[in-house]
């Protein structure tokens, strides 16, 4: 099986484009496996460092764990494992930036070879956060950025050299910043990456990898990260403003073997999106917003589930939730901020969605599964559906979506699905 992200960022010559769905929730994962079963289309499906490592991360997953997670997902709906590609997304020391760099270093060394053993074909190599030994008054140098990169790369190309991998990876360099997961704060604005800092990055790593003796293997490296200018907080988004971005995107013209990877484009319009893709930005990720629409999706279920069943047989998903995230506050306390009025709003409805870690839950999961019993026994009323989930009301009277619980969710899903679809397609 060859390695089609290449040509699915720079297919003829020319920048296409491809979604990037960064996500460890099995319902997200059904609802893109669904519909790569039902497109023909593959599907590429990235973890983070902190989702999942060789200690586990915060879903409890090794990547060999999350690669059959995914394809136990994938055998049980019969959807074809040739059309999933996996990424695993700031791959290096983030995790381990308390520790001095030898003992972080090697400790990445370790994830990135984990990463490729589980058969990953899209690295992102990020080195950019000082580690415990570095400077802590001056900023780090992108030479040292490039080194420790450049050393990754190697443990990566010697670790597939020792295993039967019918695909070749492609890696991304770069990092944007803040790293991971949305803005904690509203700001002013969102700062661009400037030229002369991407120029930096591409020519540091190329002259690195050279000292390496590893230039012959630069086509291997197909994106560099940058912060194209969007981003999202609690209750603001940050729109793409391709006049902003064109200094940095003309830029890339120099360099015809490069993309862009944009993060958190969570929460863009179709129309922004489809901008970025053409102005360089090929490769999108997008998280947070998948499981806050599945988040919306099952919120809406349960104000028709509390007019449907009985309170007594009720799933009570929005209570439940709300109860598990107060005796754990550890994943969102130190996010939100302001009243408690405003901070219960948040833990709710913020964009950024800390909700995605309580959703696998046990007793999360048991309202989640409880939820969806109560309706397999019902048919939802349309006029019912008409005020909670209204675009999948059309498509039920349409007759092209089931009137089945699961599939208006994966349906609701899969809206954020087809905004980034009508940006990479041509």
Not at 105 to 111: G, S
Not at 164 to 169: A, N, R
Request: net charge negative; glycine share 6%; hydrophobic share 40%.
């Amino acid at each position: 099986m060859e390695n089609i992200l290449k040509e699915k960022v720079k297919g003829e010559g020319n920048t296409r484009g491809i979604a990037s769905y960064c996500t460890a929730n099995a319902l997200v994962i059904e609802a893109l496996l669904y519909h790569a079963k039902e497109t023909q289309q593959p599907v590429l499906i990235e973890a983070t460092a902190n989702q999942v490592n060789q200690y586990g991360g915060y879903t409890g997953m090794t990547p060999q764990n999350f690669a059959d997670f995914v394809f136990h997902i994938a055998d049980q709906m019969d959807c074809s494992r040739n059309l999933i590609y996996l990424g695993g997304d700031h791959l290096g020391p983030l995790t381990f930036r308390n520790l001095p760099e030898e003992e972080a270093m090697e400790k990445a060394k370790v994830l990135v070879r984990e990463y490729v053993k589980a058969g990953f074909t899209k690295i992102h190599l990020d080195t950019s956060m000082k580690l415990e030994s570095d400077a802590k008054n001056q900023p780090l140098s992108t030479k040292i950025v490039a080194k420790r990169g450049a050393a990754l790369y190697q443990v990566c190309m010697e670790t597939l050299s020792q295993i039967d991998s019918k695909v070749q990876p492609v890696f991304i360099i770069g990092s944007e910043v803040p790293i991971p997961g949305g803005a904690t704060e509203a700001e002013e604005g969102i700062s661009v990456t400037k030229v002369i800092d991407f120029i930096d990055t591409v020519e540091t790593y190329q002259r690195v990898f050279d000292e390496y003796g590893l230039l012959d293997t630069w086509e291997n490296i197909v994106a560099v990260v940058v912060q194209p200018g969007v981003e999202f907080g609690d209750s603001q988004v940050f729109p793409y403003d391709r006049d902003e971005a064109k200094d940095l995107c003309d830029s890339l013209k120099a360099y015809p073997s490069l993309v862009f990877e944009g993060h958190s484009t969570d929460y863009q319009t179709k129309e922004n999106l489809r901008e970025m893709v053409e102005d360089g930005v090929a490769i999108l990720k997008v998280g947070p917003a998948l499981t806050f629409r599945l988040r919306e999706a099952l919120f809406s279920l349960s104000f028709m589930e509390k007019e449907l069943i009985p309170r007594e047989k009720c799933a009570c998903f929005i209570e439940v939730l709300e109860e598990v995230m107060l005796a754990q506050p550890e994943n969102w306390i130190h996010h939100y901020h302001g009243t408690d009025e405003e901070i219960a709003l948040a833990r709710k409805y913020s964009y950024s969605d800390r909700c995605r870690y309580y959703l696998s839950n046990a007793q999360v999961q048991k309202a989640i599964d409880q939820l969806f019993h109560n309706f397999d026994k019902i048919t939802i009323p349309l006029n019912l559906m008409h005020q909670y989930m209204p675009n999948q009301y059309e498509k039920v009277i349409r007759g092209e979506l089931k009137n089945e619980a699961r599939l208006l969710v994966y349906d609701a899903v899969l809206e954020v699905v087809a905004t980034y679809e009508y940006a990479i397609k041509r």
